[in-house]
């Protein structure tokens, strides 16, 4: 059985034909072809699916399709300033060596996205708390500390 | 040490913004037109023979295209001693064996219908640990070789040994002696992307496959094989490989689940793709290889060591891969690792019913390192002395040959020794009690590549366009590792061009030359070294061109800069007769006269100068192709013998640790990491090297282990499998690089992907006896380990 839903997909509406078993990855993977969200282990254990939702960063492999119908819905597709051009965070990850094999990386910028967003200047530990759920296995995640860190000290300096 | 543009200075990788940007394409994410899912149905049993499979089920189901077993496709021999199968005929030897495949339009079908194969077996008594495995009457895993012969035990038939010295006069020589036996788990890669390929046919048979492999022209040679069992010899496969979600070893050999891709697409005539899921990956991916040492060392009673000997025991699981030659670098630490005149080394491979095994990260070295490190801290305590004046007292130097025959040209030892003494305080901190504690390890590695197979080498392609852009072919592996960052920065360096003008092309058996493999931290040296002889030949062909081009175009450049410039005098300087190839000069994609005035008019830029000789009549471009084959030689590892890099990394971590005598827990406070690199080719880059391998050295000491009981996988998830996450490296770690300036490596550099976690359990390990008293021999070491033994020494 599948069902019509409607939501808002970094800024644009999206309509999309929705299964009752599919989760939110499966029809941005599938229909919607942002394979930028990736797909570590299925189970909400990694978070290399994260994206946000209505502000927030969710495993996008344990939220129901279904559920996103109205919702506001950003993946790492929709972070680029413009075309061309990265966000500070993203850029952030580069500069500060936080990326190896980048698998886990467009969840991390998430993670931390959802996290700057509420909270402009976090503590380490907050940074810590943030990331919490997301694995990488290439960084020992102390390059990724400090490009979040250097993420909020140039968006304070942009405000 | 010479002054570099490039080499050593902060940058950022090429693939980065890819990356940060979701664009980067894993083998997830790639799809081709028409394409199939495969799915794998695996052994329900440990031990079991194989009565009857029934598929027919499956074939009924809408959307099948193709159910397979071993009996209706042709047999596929694979693994190190071809004792595996790509489909299991007769008997499985453990639950990951593969008996049946389909495919289907999508991967939900591809899921039902395996499920709709039933299959009927006879089962075994099982075998699951070596030390069973090598009793007498026991159950035989393989009755016969890959050769048909008749095998009458379960020793996996490898020889690793070594003797050197005079064992029994080494034993006499010694005062104190310290003996151990110590082990270490099986534990999982876990990259972040799980393993797949996709599979797919053209007309003519030939075979393309986009593979996460780390070895994409052995690869090559193997598929081709299997082409050849299939009844189509001669036909060729193309290795393509994508963007890897890391690979820390589990790339390095071919696996059954890619000759089944194979199989599947040859079949049905349509590109097949199986990606494994996480449980999958747990589950039937080769882990690192568990391993139980027995070591003996003795020293004199100055603390001089007088003898080492070492027993290792494998279980090697149902098949062999490449994690059966672990031995072949075990060796190196155990023969080389401070200086020991008599030495005596035997390895044991054994076959049993439990998951088999592969490449990780450090190949045999974190294993081996773990006991040998533990027992040297063990034995200085014997003779009274202080573990880091122990280790200084026997410490390697540059220059020397050690028994095995390593040759050391650089050795950076001492000073990484020193510096982590000096950074943890360690007079001051040592010895205190209180539950907290310092300890330090060491570790010996290949730096040089590695010849564990008949060629070391690595091909490069350079070719250059009208535009200036040096475009590179090269056959090594980019994994997450940063190997495309340093091959950047090298032919930037090398030939004389912008790193943006450096454009490094995907890894493809098709355009690139052959390379061994990106194993053994040779990626980087062997990129590097080749990088640096294509950009010579590629220079002295570009200075040769400029003894013709550089007066006449700079002629014309002056015109130009004398009507831009109408009161310009130019220097007095004959253009002319300066330009000789061997006094140009070209850096940031000009050509210049190194001794020559530095006008703006006075220098030629590359790309103009390709375009000058490309468009000429009878013209030509420029590019040139190199084999660089390091100067090593592939050990006779029966005798233990040969020189197996052209140089070695050296390195001494170093840890602070806490440890809650309650609980059992133990919280690292800091740990500090010394590393011999020869030099720093990306300091970014290598840090994150270094800080990365350590927290998987984290994992490895603390609490990483893949459970098998009777040959299950019992924590084939991150739930259960702990890898450290960013709660668990909340603690600084401090990295200093030594730089020793190596003349094999490029621009000095030393391989340098696999040290950085060889030494870090043995380094915690030291420090939580340190801190209380009780010395863990068998990883990981765990609170309720730490709680045993100290509730036992009480």
Not at chain 2, 175 to 195: D, F, H, N, R
Not at chain 2, 225 to 247: E, F
Not at chain 2, 456 to 480: P, T, Y
């Amino acid at each position: 059985m599948s069902k019509e839903i409607s939501f808002i997909l970094n800024g644009s509406e999206v309509r999309v034909a929705v299964e009752g078993h599919q989760r939110l990855i499966d029809i941005l993977r599938g229909p919607l072809g942002q394979t930028g969200t990736k797909e570590g282990c299925g189970e909400g254990e990694c978070g290399s699916c994260t994206v946000i939702i209505d502000g927030r960063a969710v495993n996008s492999c344990l939220f129901p399709a279904l559920e996103a119908e109205g919702k506001t819905v950003i993946t790492i597709e929709g972070l680029q300033e413009t075309k061309n051009e990265l966000s500070v965070i993203q850029k952030s990850f580069i500069e500060e060596g936080a990326i190896q094999c980048g698998f886990c990386t467009p969840g991390m910028i998430m993670s931390a996205k959802a996290l700057l967003d509420s909270s402009p200047a976090p503590s380490e530990e907050e940074i810590r708390d943030a990331l919490q759920g997301n694995l990488c296995r290439c960084t020992g995640y102390v390059q990724i500390i400090e490009a979040v860190k250097e993420a909020a000290r140039k968006l304070k300096g942009k405000r | 040490m010479t002054d570099f543009i490039h080499i050593g200075k902060k940058a950022s990788r090429p693939d980065a913004p890819d990356k940060a940007a979701g664009k980067a394409h894993y083998i997830h994410d790639l799809e081709r037109p028409g394409m199939l899912y495969g799915k794998i149905k695996f052994s329900d049993h440990p031990h079991a023979r194989i009565k009857h499979i029934d598929t027919s089920k499956a074939e009924r189901l809408t959307g099948v295209r193709a159910v397979i077993t071993a009996a209706s496709t042709p047999e596929i021999r694979f693994g190190f001693l071809r004792d595996n199968l790509a489909l299991k005929k007769d008997k499985v030897r453990h639950y990951r064996d593969e008996v049946a495949a389909v495919a289907a339009i999508d991967p939900e079908i591809a899921e039902e219908a395996v499920e709709l194969i039933k299959v009927e077996y006879e089962p075994l008594s099982g075998v699951f640990s070596p030390l069973e495995a090598m009793e007498e009457g026991c159950p035989l895993i393989h009755e016969t070789d890959a050769q048909g012969r008749t095998r009458t035990d379960n020793l996996v038939p490898l020889k690793f040994h070594h003797q050197s010295g005079d064992l029994e006069a080494g034993k006499q020589a010694a005062k104190y002696i310290a003996e151990g036996e110590y082990s270490t788990p099986m534990v999982q890669q876990c990259c972040l992307g799980t393993a797949g390929c996709i599979a797919e046919f053209d007309m003519s048979s030939n075979l393309t496959i986009w593979a996460k492999t780390q070895i994409p022209f052995l690869a090559q040679r193997d598929f081709n094989r299997a082409l050849s069992d299939m009844g189509l010899p001669g036909k060729n496969t193309r290795v393509i490989v994508p963007t890897l979600g890391g690979a820390f070893g589990s790339g390095l050999d071919t696996h059954a689940y890619e000759y089944i891709a194979i199989l599947l697409a040859f079949e049905t005539g349509r590109p097949v793709k199986i990606v494994y899921t996480r449980t999958e990956e747990f589950a039937n991916l080769s882990p690192r290889q568990s391993s139980i040492t027995k070591i003996i060392q003795g020293c004199d009673q100055n603390g001089k060591l007088t003898f080492r000997e070492v027993e290792v025991l494998q279980d090697n699981g149902a098949y062999t891969s490449w994690g059966a030659t672990y031995p072949s670098v075990m060796m190196m630490p155990a023969t080389s690792l401070y200086r020991v005149p008599h030495v005596y080394f035997n390895a044991r491979l054994v076959y049993t019913n439990n998951t088999y095994c592969q490449a990780m990260r450090g190949y045999g070295n974190p294993e081996h390192t773990w006991a040998l490190e533990s027992n040297m801290d063990e034995l200085a305590e014997e003779a009274e002395i202080d573990p880091f004046d122990f280790r200084m007292l026997n410490r390697n130097h540059p220059n020397e040959t050690t028994p095995m025959g390593l040759k050391v040209s650089t050795c950076g030892l001492k000073e990484c020794l020193e510096t982590v003494a000096r950074k943890l305080d360690w007079k001051k901190k040592r010895k205190k009690g209180k539950r907290s504690g310092v300890g330090m390890a060491s570790l010996i590695h290949v730096g040089g590549g590695g010849r564990i197979y008949r060629s070391d080498a690595s091909g490069l392609i350079l070719k250059l366009d009208d535009f200036g852009n040096a475009n590179v072919f090269h056959g090594g592996v980019e994994m997450g590792q940063g190997l495309h960052s340093v091959l950047t920065l090298a032919v930037a360096e090398a030939l004389g061009v912008k790193p943006e003008r450096v454009i490094i092309n995907p890894t493809d058996t098709g355009t690139c030359p052959w390379d061994v493999g990106t194993h053994a931290s040779r990626g980087a040296f062997m990129a590097c070294n080749a990088a640096i002889l294509a950009a010579n030949k590629l220079r002295t062909k570009i200075f040769e061109l400029a003894e013709e081009f550089f007066p006449r175009e700079t002629e014309q450049n002056l015109k130009k800069f004398l009507e831009q410039n109408p009161g310009y005098k130019p220097p007095k300087f004959d253009v002319k007769k300066a330009s000789r190839r061997d006094r140009f000069e070209l850096r940031d994609g000009f050509i210049f006269i190194k001794e020559g005035p530095r006008e703006p008019w006075l220098q030629l830029e590359l790309g103009r100068l390709l375009r000058a000789v490309h468009f000429r009549n009878q013209g030509q471009m420029l590019s040139t192709e190199v084999f660089y084959d390091p100067p090593n030689e592939l050990p006779d590892f029966e005798k233990g013998l040969g020189n197996i890099s052209a140089t070695y990394a050296y390195g001494t971590q170093g840890a602070e640790v806490e440890v809650d005598t309650e609980t059992g827990e133990v919280k690292i406070l800091r740990m500090v990491a010394a590393h011999d690199v020869g030099k720093v080719l990306n300091p970014m880059a290598l840090k994150g090297q270094i800080y990365g391998a350590l927290a998987q050295g984290v994992g490895y000491a603390l609490y990483e282990e893949l459970r098998s009981q009777q040959g299950k996988i019992m924590n084939p998830n991150f739930r259960d499998y702990k890898i450290p996450r960013v709660q668990e490296m909340n603690f600084p770690v401090d990295l200093e690089f030594i730089e020793t300036d190596d003349s094999y490596g490029p621009f000095g550099a030393k391989g340098v992907a696999e040290p950085g976690l060889v030494p870090t359990a043995p380094a915690i390990a030291n420090a939580i006896y340190d801190a209380v008293g009780v010395r863990i021999r068998d990883l990981p070491i765990t609170p309720e380990k730490i709680l045993a033994a100290l509730k036992n020494r009480k």
